[in-house]
C-alpha cells in the first residue's frame, strides 16, 4: 500500500482496499505533472471567501513547496489505488476501465469529494496530510491501551470481540498482535504532525513546523477536510508484519483498522458485517506472514493471489460454526462487502482482484465452511491455504 523505502526500511502492506480503474500515470510521461494547469481550474464548489483565503495562501507558499505535490501525487497513483479517483479529477486525466467497479463504495466515496475542488486538492497532496494518518498508526500506535475505533468510538466493542474470536479460531501465534485504530483527528495535533514530516521527508525542525501548522489551518478553515474526519484521510486498512524502525525501536505486528473505510461502508448499508469482514481480512494477512506465503517478487499476480486468499480466510471465520456463525443473510452482505472492494487494476502491483474475482473468493471461502462434513471442526491455517492454492485458477475465471 505505502512506498516504505521513504523510511527506508523493507516492510510489507497488504491494504484491504483498492477503488477505481485508471490508468497508471507517471510522472515521467504525464506533463500534467509537470505543470499546475490541470489545477487551475476552480469550479464553484466553496464559498467566496475560503476560495480568496485559499488563493492567497497558496500564493504564500515557499519556493519549491511545488515539489512536494508531484511527489506526493506520483507515490499516491503508484501506491494507494484507493486514491485514483481523487487524484484522476485533480489531474484531469482518464482512461476506460478494465471492468466494472461502479460500486455503491466508489458511488459514496465520488459523492464525498465532489466540493473538493482544485485548491483543496492541491494542499491535501502538498502538505501530505493523505498519508500522515497512516503513518503515525504505522509507526506510533503499538499497543491495545487506550485504542478505540470509529470516530466516537462506535466500533470498539465489536473491533475487540471479533479480534479475539479471530486469535482463538486460527492456529497462529496471535498474542503478539496489536490492533490499532487509523484516526484523522491525529492531523490536529501538532507534535504528531511534526514527527511524521520529518520522518516522510527528511525537513528541518523549521520546516516541518510550518507545514504543521499549514495543516492544523486548513483543517480550522476549510468545511470540506472535517477536521480530519473526512473518511478520504482514514480510508484504508492494513496489516503489518513486525519490523525495527531506528531509533524508535521494535514496531510490533499489528493490524490498522482505518475510520474511513469503516464509516463508508456503514453509509451504504454494510455496517452490520463490514467491520468483522474487513477485520477478518487483514488477520488473513497476518496468517500469511506466519506461513511464509509472501513471495519476493513484487507483481499484479502476486498481490491478487494473497488478497484474494485473505478474502477467502475471512468468509470462513465469518461463516463457520465455530467462528462468526453469520446467518444467510448477513452472509449475504459480506459477499458485497468483497464486491464492493475489488479493483480494475489488473497491470498494477497493488491489484488485489476484480469485484467478480474477490466476491467468487469469498463465495469459495462461505462453501468450505458450509458444505464441511464435519462442521465442528475448524481447518487448520495451513489445510485451508493448501485448499486456496488449489481452487485460486478457478476462482481467476470469474
Not at 478494465?98 to 464525498?112: G, V
Not at 527528511?202 to 501548522?213: L, M, R
Not at 513471495?295 to 486468499?309: D, F, K, Q
Amino acid at each position: 500500500m505505502k512506498n516504505f523505502k521513504l523510511i527506508s526500511t523493507s516492510i510489507v502492506l497488504c491494504a484491504f482496499i483498492i477503488t477505481s480503474c485508471t490508468k497508471e500515470i507517471g510522472t515521467s510521461n504525464n506533463p500534467n505533472l509537470q505543470s499546475e494547469s490541470t489545477l487551475s481550474k476552480q469550479p464553484a464548489l466553496i464559498a467566496a471567501d475560503l476560495q480568496l483565503k485559499l488563493t492567497k495562501l497558496r500564493a504564500s507558499m515557499p519556493a519549491g513547496y511545488e515539489k512536494r505535490v508531484q511527489k506526493n501525487t506520483a507515490l499516491l497513483l503508484k501506491m494507494h489505488p484507493e486514491y485514483r479517483a481523487m487524484v484522476q479529477r485533480a489531474l484531469n486525466a482518464s482512461s476506460p476501465a478494465s471492468c466494472n467497479d461502479n460500486t455503491p463504495l466508489n458511488q459514496l466515496l465520488a459523492s464525498q469529494l465532489a466540493d473538493w475542488n482544485s485548491d483543496i486538492i492541491y494542499f491535501a497532496l502538498a502538505t501530505g496530510m493523505l498519508d500522515f494518518p497512516t503513518y503515525d498508526a504505522l509507526l506510533f500506535e503499538n499497543t491495545a491501551a487506550t485504542q478505540y475505533f470509529g470516530v466516537k468510538g462506535e466500533y470498539t466493542q465489536i473491533m475487540a470481540k471479533t479480534f479475539k474470536d479471530l486469535k482463538r479460531f486460527w492456529n497462529i501465534q496471535s498474542n503478539n498482535i496489536v490492533l490499532v485504530g487509523m484516526h484523522g483527528s491525529m492531523l490536529l495535533n501538532r507534535d504528531k504532525l511534526i514527527r511524521i514530516d520529518m520522518i516522510l521527508y527528511g525537513d528541518s525542525q523549521v520546516t516541518a513546523a510550518y507545514t504543521a501548522d499549514l495543516i492544523i489551518l486548513l483543517l480550522k478553515d476549510v468545511p470540506q477536510y472535517q477536521n480530519g474526519n473526512h473518511p478520504i484521510f482514514t480510508f484504508n486498512s492494513f496489516a503489518q508484519n513486525a519490523f525495527t524502525f531506528s531509533p524508535y525501536g521494535t514496531i510490533p505486528a499489528k493490524i490498522v483498522m482505518g475510520d474511513g473505510i469503516m464509516q463508508d461502508f456503514t453509509a451504504t448499508g454494510y455496517g452490520d458485517v463490514a467491520p468483522q469482514a474487513i477485520l477478518a481480512h487483514e488477520f488473513g494477512h497476518q496468517i500469511q506472514f506466519q506461513l511464509g506465503v509472501f513471495g519476493t517478487v513484487s507483481s499484479p499476480e502476486a498481490t491478487r493471489r494473497t488478497e484474494l486468499m485473505a478474502d477467502a480466510y475471512s468468509a470462513y471465520y465469518l461463516s463457520h460454526a465455530r467462528g462468526a456463525s453469520m446467518q444467510w443473510k448477513r452472509v449475504q452482505l459480506f459477499m458485497q462487502v468483497f464486491f464492493n472492494i475489488g479493483d480494475c487494476q489488473v497491470t498494477n502491483d497493488g491489484h488485489h482482484g476484480t469485484p467478480t474475482q474477490r466476491m467468487a473468493s469469498a463465495q469459495w471461502g462461505y462453501s468450505v465452511a458450509n458444505d464441511a462434513q464435519r462442521q465442528g471442526r475448524i481447518l487448520t491455517s495451513q489445510e485451508f491455504t493448501a485448499l486456496f492454492e488449489k481452487q485460486l485458477p478457478a476462482i481467476l475465471l470469474k
